[in-house]
Structure formats: structure tokens, C-alpha cells
């Protein structure tokens, strides 16, 4: 009798509790892992938000600046002419491929898992971090890498997703027109241009984000506010440009804004870019390092008060767009040609440094200069960071599409440089900023073998021969030298590049995998160091991608059919180079 004392409140209890879980709303079911969303699920609806619609401009344009109409000149070949392929080679060159393709699809199973259509995934934890306004950042971003990986499943429910995602409002209180350009805009038109057109929502929600955004540029003279205040503009208030640009979120919107006026035929997006191209033209000889810009721009009053010139973070795109939007617009106008000799002139003759190592390597970098007074090369800071690492691809496309052969070997010495920045750390990775040793002495750049074994830096951790400092040991999972190893391997077909990526991609790979995906690292001179809970959109859109295609057949995303923008995203050329 005392067992069947406890049966009739048991059954009670279980049948309330089945109760109240089956009367739950759709999506608010426990899931084993609390971090888990189903990606077929939409996101929470965002009742109360303001939302950006279209108003009349405050400054609008009574007359647009046409794409060039001419017919598009022939440009020269980028690419090398690649041999027949041996079977050999073929099995080891598709091995390499595969396993960078498993690291992607680990990487995308942890988003997709754990942090669908949210911006990022956190690598560590399984949760996720709202960085760039809230727009699933790392799905949009990784659209196309999707489509060159063959993995068109999920590029698909990518695509459907997308119809979740309201790019008309968000709870950032800025938006970065700069990164929401670029990872955004691009990815969309990225994946368009690689699909032939064949999924339209594409370019819809390019124009839908892209119409956004331009009401960044509606200010008085036409600049736009880098760090938009979004809901002013929503709410019909003015805004202005600041005083302090980045460089490079000024100078780097044009492939983007270019590319969607070819394929909408709406002129307002290249007249957006082109205002600001024909500032810097008109502005480039007049700086206190002709040639080039400083970091920092006031767009208010278009005017240059910073000291500070450097090819690295805060104006690299800007540098990294010239010779690529010239091939965009298919050479129909000389304006980036101009304005990138010029800046080669000045970069050469200023900026780049050969450091002294161990073994006298002939390598390049690029160092930063701030202006006081006379300006003389003695003011020359020998720092090198991985996002200068673009460089090298930079100069190597350059010399190519502009004819200027002798600057090949400046691209290759730069390359070789960033591998060197690798090959040198106890982890096989290059950390986000060190400091060299600047030789003095061309002929003579060999390190004295006394000094190589009691370098140590301000932390009391030894430094390799060469290295001055590491005051940014970090790796973020950033993609600029293996784009830029990439890129010299297309142009030269030097296989040992091939090597040097291969060693590139298992240090990363071995240092930064976690459960749920990859995680930057916070010093590259520790074999055991911790891991950050951090995995931007780049590492999936561009930083695989480029160890992708590196061990590709050339013909995909082929550099004389398609030029890529500073986020890796392909853009369809008006023609292919014939020369």
C-alpha cells in the first residue's frame, strides 16, 4: 500500500510537466546543446527597431558621373601559362585541397550549428558575437567560398536563409559603411558574378544593402560619414563626414560600387566612388609624401593634417584597389594607372627596406614614416605587420596590368618576406606586428653571428635573428600572406610557393583548431599558446579560401577573368586579357 501511495501523484506530475513542454511556443523547445539553432528556423522577428527607408536626398545629385563608355582595352595577361600537370603532382596538389576543405567545413558546421545568422562565431565557446551590425556577417561573407568549394548544399540553404536577413535596420547605433562594403556588398556580388546570375536574390539584396549604405554619402560635399549615424539619416537629419577618416574606409568602396552599376545599370553607386577618386587624383602630388595619403583624412573640409603615411592597417586597400578597379573598368580610363605610379614611385623610394637576417636573405618590407619638418627617409619606422602582407600581391598584379616588369621582383622580395615572417616564428606563423632591423648596406646583409642568440624583447621573450621587437604577437587568422603567396603563384607558377602555403596552412590549422571551428591565438612565440574565443567572417571568406585556390586548378577564379576584392570576393572582368 505504501508504493501505491506515491503512483497517483507521480502520474499527475508527469502529465502537467508534458503539458507545459508540449504547449510551447515553436523554437522555445530545451535543445541538448543551449548554444544549438536550427538553421531552417527564422531569426526572432525585431519589433520596434527603426528601419532606414528611402527619402529624398538632403544633397542630391542633379547630373551622375557615367561608368566610361568606351569599348574595354585589352589588358595584360596576369596569369602564368601553366604547364600540363603530371599525376603525380595532381595527387599530392588535390591532397593539400581536400584538407583545406575539411578545415572549412568544420569551421562552417560550428556557424552553421551554433551561430546561424548571427555575424560570428565564437570558436571556443559555441556561442556568438554581433560585430558588423548584426546581418550574419560570416554567412553572407562565405558565400562564394561555398561555390568554389563545390559545397552547393549548403551554399544553397545559404542563399535561402538570406531571406531572413533585414538589412533595413539593425541595433548598431553606427554603421561601418568600410567593413558592411566589403563583406556584405561584396560577398553578395561575389557569389552573383561565380553563379552566372543564376540566383537573383543575390543582386536583391546587393541593392538592398547598397542602397542602404549610399545614404552614408548624402553630406554636402558629397563624402561619405565612414562611421554612419544610420537613424539620423532614417529620421531626415543631416549628417556630415568626419575629420578623421580612415584612409582606407575612404578610398576603398570603388570595386564594390563599380561592380553594381555594371550589372544594374544605375549610375548613382559609380558616381558615389568616382567623387572620391577624382579627389584623391586631384590631391595625391599635394601631400607631405607625394604620391601617397596619409592614414587619417579630414573628409569634411578635404584637407591632410595627419603626419602619418603607411601601406599597412588604416590605408591598405586604398593602395590594394588601384590597379584592381583599372582592371574592373576594363582600362577604359588611365586615372588608376596614374595615380598608381604614382604611388609606386613614392612607396619605392620611401617605404621599402631590405631588413638584415641570418642568412642575408634578399627579401623586402615596407616600413611606416612620420612627417615632422623635413622629410627624409631617417624618419623611416622599420615596422612590418601582417595586413602589409597584401603588398606583395599588390605590386605583382601592378606590374602585370600596368606594364611595369621590373617591378616583379620587388612583388616576389615582398612575398618571400611575409614567408620569412612565418618560416622564422617557433610556430610557423606571423605574428600582427614586429619591428627589423633595417640593413644599411645592400651588399651586406648578413647579421653579425654574435648578435643572433641574446635578442630578447621588451617582455624578456627571445626574438628570432633580425626581429627587433614583437609589440603584437597575436595571429587573427588574417588572410594577407597567403593571398599574396597565392597570387605570385598564379602569375609565376613557382611551385615551391605551393610549399610554402602547405606549411602556412598546417601551423594554422594546428594551432588554431578548436571544437567548434578555429580560434586566433594570442602569441605566436609560445608552441602552446592560449587560443582567443575568436573567428571573424575573413577566415572563411578569404584566409581558407586563398589556401583553396592555391591548390587549385588555375582555371578557377581565374585572375585574367575575375579581379577579387580586399575581402576575397570575385567580381567578373568586362573581358578576359587575350595577350
Known amino acids: 500500500m505504501a508504493r501505491r501511495s506515491y503512483l497517483l501523484p507521480t502520474i499527475i506530475l508527469l502529465c502537467i510537466t508534458y503539458a507545459l513542454f508540449s504547449s510551447l511556443p515553436p523554437g522555445a523547445e530545451p535543445h541538448y546543446h543551449h548554444h544549438f539553432r536550427n538553421p531552417y528556423d527564422p531569426p526572432p522577428h525585431k519589433e520596434g527597431r527603426i528601419r532606414w527607408r528611402k527619402h529624398a536626398e538632403q544633397y542630391p545629385i542633379s547630373d551622375y558621373i557615367p561608368l566610361p563608355s568606351t569599348e574595354p582595352s585589352t589588358i595584360p595577361r596576369i596569369q ?143 563624402m561619405p560619414q565612414s562611421r554612419w549615424e544610420w537613424t539620423r539619416s532614417a529620421d531626415g537629419l543631416s549628417i556630415e563626414p568626419g575629420r578623421n577618416t580612415i584612409l582606407a574606409e575612404l578610398g576603398s568602396l570603388n570595386l564594390e560600387f563599380t561592380r553594381l552599376s555594371q550589372l544594374t545599370k544605375d549610375p548613382k553607386y559609380f558616381d558615389a566612388i568616382q567623387r572620391i577618386a577624382d579627389f584623391l587624383e586631384d590631391t595625391q602630388e599635394t601631400t607631405d609624401v607625394p604620391g601617397m595619403w596619409p592614414m587619417m583624412v579630414n573628409a569634411k573640409d578635404l584637407e591632410f593634417a595627419d603626419p602619418r603615411f603607411t601601406i599597412g592597417g588604416m590605408a591598405d586597400s586604398t593602395y590594394e584597389y588601384l590597379p584592381k578597379e583599372h582592371m574592373l573598368l576594363g582600362g577604359q580610363t588611365n586615372q588608376y594607372r596614374r595615380m598608381y605610379n604614382s604611388f609606386m614611385k613614392a612607396m619605392k623610394s620611401r617605404l621599402l627596406f631590405r631588413p638584415m637576417t641570418e642568412d642575408g636573405r634578399d627579401i623586402l618590407f615596407a616600413g611606416n614614416l612620420r612627417v615632422t619638418g623635413s622629410s627624409t627617409r631617417s624618419n623611416l619606422e622599420p615596422q612590418w605587420e601582417h595586413l602589409k602582407c597584401y603588398l606583395g600581391g599588390t605590386v605583382g598584379i601592378g606590374s602585370k596590368v600596368f606594364d611595369r616588369p621590373e617591378d616583379l621582383a620587388v612583388a616576389r622580395k615582398l612575398v618571400d618576406g611575409c614567408i620569412w615572417a612565418y618560416d622564422i616564428m617557433p610556430t610557423g606563423i606571423m605574428p600582427e606586428i614586429l619591428h627589423l632591423t633595417v640593413c644599411k648596406d645592400d651588399e651586406n646583409c648578413q647579421l653579425p653571428q654574435s648578435s643572433h642568440p641574446t635578442s630578447t624583447s621588451k617582455d624578456g621573450k627571445k626574438l628570432p635573428p633580425g626581429v627587433v621587437d614583437i609589440p603584437d604577437p597575436k595571429y587573427l587568422l588574417r588572410p594577407e600572406a597567403i593571398e599574396s603567396v597565392f597570387i605570385m603563384y598564379r602569375i609565376t607558377g613557382d611551385r615551391s610557393l605551393q610549399d610554402a602555403a602547405w606549411r602556412m596552412f598546417q601551423n594554422i590549422d594546428k594551432m588554431t583548431r578548436t571544437s567548434f571551428g578555429h580560434a586566433a591565438i594570442s602569441d605566436v612565440r609560445d608552441p602552446e599558446s592560449p587560443q582567443m574565443d575568436y573567428m571573424e567572417s575573413f577566415w572563411l571568406a578569404e584566409t581558407l579560401k586563398y589556401f583553396y585556390l592555391i591548390f587549385s586548378e588555375p582555371d578557377l577564379v581565374n585572375l585574367d577573368e575575375y579581379v577579387l576584392n580586399t575581402e576575397a570576393h570575385p567580381f567578373k572582368r568586362p573581358t578576359a586579357s587575350s595577350t
Open 80 to 222: 602564368h601559362k601553366f604547364p600540363r600537370e603530371s599525376w603525380f603532382a595532381r595527387w599530392g596538389r588535390v591532397k593539400r585541397q581536400r584538407a583545406v576543405k575539411k578545415a572549412f567545413q568544420h569551421a562552417w558546421k560550428g556557424y552553421r550549428n551554433n551561430a546561424w545568422l548571427e555575424d560570428e562565431l565564437s570558436p571556443i565557446s559555441g556561442g556568438h558575437r554581433e560585430t558588423f551590425a548584426g546581418w550574419a556577417a560570416t554567412l553572407v561573407d562565405s558565400l562564394d567560398t561555398l561555390v568554389i568549394m563545390g559545397l552547393t548544399e549548403e551554399f544553397e540553404e545559404a542563399v535561402k536563409a538570406l531571406e531572413y536577413i533585414d538589412f533595413t535596420t539593425t541595433s548598431a547605433i553606427q554603421i561601418n559603411v568600410f567593413e558592411t562594403n566589403i563583406r556584405y556588398l561584396g560577398g553578395l556580388l561575389g557569389a552573383y558574378d561565380l553563379t552566372q546570375g543564376k540566383y537573383p536574390i543575390l543582386l536583391k539584396k546587393a541593392v538592398e544593402i547598397a542602397d542602404m549604405i549610399y545614404g552614408s554619402f548624402d553630406t554636402r560635399n558629397r
